[in-house]
């Protein structure tokens, strides 16, 4: 298919609003509308009959789901399950070991704050020590975040938790290294790829994580609330979803595929999205995401007098980037949001403005629908908005 990123057929083929920038593909995805067509289609099928939809046809559509979802992250589909969003994966993950007072979860302090509520809920509950290892930014290599985990784990790390994609930042972590690590120490080992499929080409079964959870809603543009979660051959009996129901001791297919009645249209409408990616051309998409971002991050940086963060390497970032804001004092999450909706409201520009190491960043997206004049506007306002 030929196309040409933000061109008015490929942004139209999205029900995004005309009147606004929309450079956060990041916080929630955005979903075409032939995908959205595909998951009513599904629904109506549904509701014709729902008894026969649910109880008898559905088991099999979710193999057939299954097998395409695994394929598309060259994951084993014996081990692959649906979950809900990366928070869930994240939960069942969390929910599988017996855990103990005095035993440690480790972490980075970069770690997306749902997660690390997660893991303090574990520490009040158990006595559950959650150390962070420094991740540093700005950022010089993905050495220095392999380092940094390596160095703060202990002979009490029962888990270690590593983002792929660092939401504050956009950083691609080094997860093979880091797992490397983690294995040579007897450690299992969390990847939160909340981020990750279709932003990364991933090879689950190569990166043989312990547990791999990831979003198909984000960058994959599925509908909302499609995951999921990948468990190694070494885990996969001790693993069982948060809410049991009817397939108890059946195997990670029959718990997982069935927690309690739920729509399904989200996850059945999953490989239109992937035909969808696939008719693009995954790598020719993530060469144009990647280098909008890297033109807009430049541009944008010059406009604030800002430092870029970590060099122009391609293995440090993705189709998002952060940036600088010099002149915002305030990092705490209510004077974010307030930037972020002020903005919206002065200039209909969704961008997020996130914290790390208490400075104030603005992280920009970069998705089809998006054009190089997006970050030109978003560099012109910010030449001179102070929120
Ligand atoms: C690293 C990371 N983990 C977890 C999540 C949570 O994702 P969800 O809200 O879909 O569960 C996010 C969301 O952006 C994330 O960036």
Known sequence: MN???????????????????FLNHGSFGATPRSVLAAQARWRDEMERQPVLFLARRL????????????????????????????????????????????????LADSTY??????????????????????????LTSGAEVTAAF???????????????????????????????????????????????PALLPLDLTALDADFYTGNLHKWLCTPKGTAIL??????????????????????????????????PSAWLAVPDAIDLFEAFGPDAVRASNHALVRAGRVEIAEALGAELPHPDDPSL????????????????????????????????????????????????????YNKPADYTRLADVLRTWRG
């Open 3 to 21: 196309w040409t990123p933000g061109s008015p057929a490929i942004t139209a083929l999205w029900g995004l609003d005309p009147a606004a920038t």
């Open 59 to 106: 088991p099999a559509l979710m193999e057939t789901v299954r097998a395409r979802v695994a394929a598309f992250l060259h994951a084993d589909p014996a081990g692959l399950v649906p979950v809900q969003n990366a928070t869930t994966g994240v939960a069942t993950v969390l929910h599988t070991f017996d855990w103990v007072p005095g035993d440690e979860i480790l």
């Open 113 to 138: 704050n749902a997660v690390k509520q997660a893991c303090r809920a574990l520490a009040e509950r158990y006595g559950v020590g959650v150390v962070e290892a420094k991740v540093p930014f700005p």
């Open 150 to 196: 390596a160095a703060a784990i202990t002979d009490r790390t029962k888990l270690v938790i590593v983002d792929h994609v660092v939401s504050a930042t956009g950083c691609v972590l080094p997860v093979a290294d880091i797992l490397a690590v983690a294995r040579a120490r007897g450690v299992p080992v969390l990847v939160d790829g909340a981020h990750a």
């Open 230 to 263: 990948s468990v190694a051959p070494r885990w996969r009996a001790r693993v069982h979803p948060v809410a049991i129901s009817h397939g108890y001791g059946t195997g990670l297919a029959g718990e997982f595929d069935w927690t309690g009645t739920f729509d």
């Open 317 to 368: 970032y993705a189709a998002m980037a952060t940036i600088p804001v010099p002149w915002a004092r305030d990092a705490s999450g209510r004077a974010l949001g307030a930037l972020t909706g002020a903005l919206y409201e002065a200039h209909r520009i969704e961008v997020p403005f996130t914290s790390y190491d208490d400075r104030v960043w603005v992280r920009i997206a970069a998705q089809l």
